[in-house]
């Protein structure tokens, strides 16, 4: 950080999108940037795909956020995982690209959001990708994020994609191109076998900057206490600095802490701030609302004929996993989290046809590693009835903010879960899931 603490722009979070802005912003050489991240520059599992599992409750990394509990789901406080350290989420994730749904892009233009439209984000999507299998209306190659294919062959996938074609459902061979309905192999941020997140992406540079060069600054770690439109108050190692930005402050910290930041900041819904004795400065009653996406997991069954992840994850196997991505780039440690996705609409009588897909279904391997081999089956509904809100603590940025998603208190989300096990059971009983001779499953009859 400079003497004078001043720069032209401050981002606040090195996640995803603060990665990007930071990478565009410095690229003018007129600009000053500070990027300010609350967590660690690295860790020394990150560049492994399947580490995943260890950060997903590792508080080094990990926010490790949990809603208050959520009243129809018997009390229960649904764990809310969020990356801290340098990449935000994209440093700890399963590694799967989706881009998301057309019809819920126009919608936020719709609601007053310019610039959401699909029209609007494609070029963006576009620009951003190396896209392995090739350029089309949909996909581009050139950009700095690699996309590419699940690289792991199993014949499991192929009975699986068969059985889903002779009940109807498309082999998709693009779910980020023209439609995402369909089976088929996931797309992942792996290059040689590695994690490719956004700091990988966008901030890693083949020539380092000069050590007298101040175009950028990196706080890390760091934790902003409050902001103003042009200035933000810093904790960094215990000690309060202010930080002033001559053009814009960014907030980049995420779907759950840009609201409470702001919230402290005075800038929120009006009678939620003053119940916390925060000073109104700005009202913007929309700010806490937070879409919920509510889950089923499943385990489907035992697969005896077929060479599952687990035979390659065992310890006496990992001598033979290590060599094979450090020496081959490929193998059991370069796997992402599912390797299936499959992305439907449930029809119901009466109901609006959407063509958005409701149940994303995904295809992960199991953590812990078991003994037999086999699979499970997550089913999530992304177009939940009722979205749930994020506040925040008084006065407090250390305080984790309180999250509730109202899982489950729209009727229609568990029929559609019900729909989504009803569904599994069919794909399940294909002639062409034979192949895999599933010998046990929790989707019985008499599960409730």
């Avoid at 101040?214 to 000690?239: A, F, I």
């Amino acid at each position: 950080m400079s003497a004078t603490n001043t720069f032209d722009f401050i981002i606040v979070g090195a996640g995803s999108a603060g990665c990007v802005l930071a990478n565009h912003l410095s690229a003018d050489r007129r600009f000053t940037v500070l990027l300010i991240e609350a967590g660690k520059m690295s860790h020394p599992l990150t560049p492994v795909p399947i580490s995943f599992s260890r950060f997903i409750d590792n508080p080094k990394v990990n926010w490790c956020y949990g809603s208050e509990p959520e009243p129809v789901m018997a009390q229960r406080s649904i764990p809310v995982p969020r990356g801290r350290m340098l990449g935000g989420s994209s440093a700890i994730n399963g590694l799967v690209y989706v881009r998301g749904q057309p019809l819920d892009y126009n919608n936020w233009a719709k609601l007053g959001n310019r610039g959401w439209s699909f029209d609007d984000v494609l070029p963006i999507f576009q620009r951003m990708e190396n896209y392995g299998p090739g350029a089309d209306e949909w996909r581009r190659q050139g950009g700095p994020l690699h996309v590419s294919e699940v690289a792991d062959q199993n014949p499991l996938y192929d009975a699986l994609i068969a059985a889903g074609e002779e009940i109807g459902l498309p082999n998709n061979p693009d779910y980020n191109g023209a439609d995402q309905t369909g089976l088929c192999k996931t797309q992942t941020t792996i290059r040689g076998g590695k994690r490719m997140s956004a700091a990988v992406a966008y901030l890693d540079r083949e020539v380092p900057p000069e050590p007298d060069d101040r175009d950028r600054g990196l706080g890390t770690p760091s934790n902003v206490k409050r902001k103003t439109m042009h200035r933000h108050q810093l904790s960094v190692d215990g000690r309060t600095i202010d930080a002033q930005a001559r053009v814009e402050v960014i907030l980049c910290w995420g779907s759950i802490n840009s609201p409470q930041l702001l919230g402290l900041s005075g800038i929120g819904q009006p009678a939620l701030l003053k119940s916390q004795g925060i000073e109104v400065c700005h009202s913007l009653p929309g700010l806490a609302r937070v879409c919920a996406i509510t889950s089923l997991h499943a385990w489907v069954g035992q697969s005896g004929n077929v060479a599952c992840v687990q035979r390659s994850g065992t310890r006496s196997r990992a001598p033979v996993a290590n060599c094979q991505i450090r020496d081959q780039e490929d193998g059991f440690l370069s796997l992402p989290r599912p390797r299936l996705l499959l992305s439907l609409k449930p029809s119901r009588p009466g109901e609006p046809r959407r063509p958005a897909p409701s149940r994303p279904y995904r295809f992960p391997p199991h953590t812990p590693i078991l003994d037999e081999p086999g699979m499970r089956l997550p089913f999530t509904s992304c177009a939940p009835g009722k979205s749930g809100v994020n506040s925040y603590q008084v006065g407090d940025p250390h305080e984790a903010p309180a999250i509730r998603f109202n899982f489950l208190s729209n009727q229609m989300d568990p029929q559609t879960l019900v729909d989504a096990v009803r569904f599994t059971r069919r794909l399940m009983q294909a002639p062409g899931k034979d192949s895999f001779a599933v010998s046990s499953s929790s989707l019985g009859r008499r599960t409730k």
